[in-house]
């Protein structure tokens, strides 16, 4: 069968792999259906492997070369034995992380946080640019009828970003600053619109993604913060001039982080949700000066998946709109790694159709 392979810094090979001979008593095979190109395939074509394992993974066992696809959804083809959840022929989004179910921090309902996690298409013999693959039962929830096929596949980012607005405490009436306008942030920009946010005030320095953002129509104001002083502009348009409720930091940027620290309000709220590549030169006494709280994120709670699925579901959360690309595999080098590593691209989120 067909499958998108990672194999070192720019190798992703379309290629040939057996399909999958073996399933446990709570595993499921399935047919990939949509799956989406994300910031972390990115990274690791551009500069892996990084969370690819080079050596076998301590969890899961799974060793470079990688199928990848994290974000994707699919329809079930053949359930274990002991699967009961699950009927031949659901649709599915796949919750993507793999690991003990019973170590400490499992047991706390912080799956995303043990040390042993895997992910599939990150750590895992199978990923979501494949024909078919194996998934554990507790990675499979099932979509209705009126979530598409690609919004399916949009659930794990999307996830990624309400985990960031939960913790920012972003609600009706709320604030809010968000930098970066990349896949995440755009979803960002999406969910606080549909949880009531009054004032929603977007960063991003390429002009494209700002287009991008002023399309959804949701955006109060879309800076560039190469040419307008962000945190002026955010004092100027909110209450009094304190700032916002709460910023939401998208790019992994220092400078950006710095910027949601002095425009949000007195005892707001900054939440770091990009990934920094490299340490970052902050300043902990204006945090301590303005008694504010700073929450970082990693992934998502995995227990998010059914309620990100229902706000799609209400057409509160018109997740599609980020799309910009839907590719076939064979053009995901030139259509999907490079297109969307150009900076003067037009793409924001690239979809894979394997079906």
Known sequence: ????????????????????????????????????????????????????????????????????????????????????????????????????????????????????????????????????????DYNAIVIPDNVTDEQGALVEPTAVALYGVDRSKVTGGSTVLITGA???????????????????????????????????????????????????????????????????????FEAALNNCVEAVRNHGTVVQTGLHVRKALVDPALWALKDITIEATWCYEVTMWPRVIRMISSGKLPVEKIVTGRIEPEVIVEKGFRSLLNPSGQEMKVMVNMG
């Open 182 to 252: 990349g896949p995440i942030g755009a979803l960002v920009v999406l969910i606080c619109n549909a949880v009531g946010a009054s004032k929603i005030f977007v960063s991003e320095p390429n002009a494209n993604r700002r287009k991008h953002i002023e399309n959804l129509g949701v955006a109060t104001a879309t800076l560039d913060p190469k040419s307008v002083n962000v945190v002026e502009h955010v004092r100027e348009n909110t209450e009094e001039g304190v700032g916002v409720d709460a910023a939401i930091e998208c790019s992994g």
């Open 1 to 136: 069968m067909k499958a998108v392979r990672f194999y070192a810094k720019e190798d992703v090979r379309v290629e040939d792999v057996p399909p999958p001979n073996e399933l446990g008593d709570l595993q499921v095979l399935i047919k990939p259906l949509t799956c989406g190109i994300c910031g972390t395939d990115l990274h690791e074509y551009a500069g892996g492997p990084i969370v690819t394992p080079a050596t076998p993974h301590k969890f899961t066992g799974a060793v470079l070369p990688q199928i990848l696809g994290h974000e994707f959804s699919a329809e079930v083809v053949e359930i274990g034995r002991n699967v009961e959840r699950l009927r031949k022929g659901d649709r599915i989004s796949i919750q993507p992380l793999v690991m003990p179910l019973d170590d400490y921090y499992s047991r706390r309902g912080l799956n995303h946080l043990s040390p042993s996690m895997g992910c599939i298409g990150l750590s895992w013999a199978w990923g979501g640019m494949s024909e078919l693959a194996v998934i554990n």
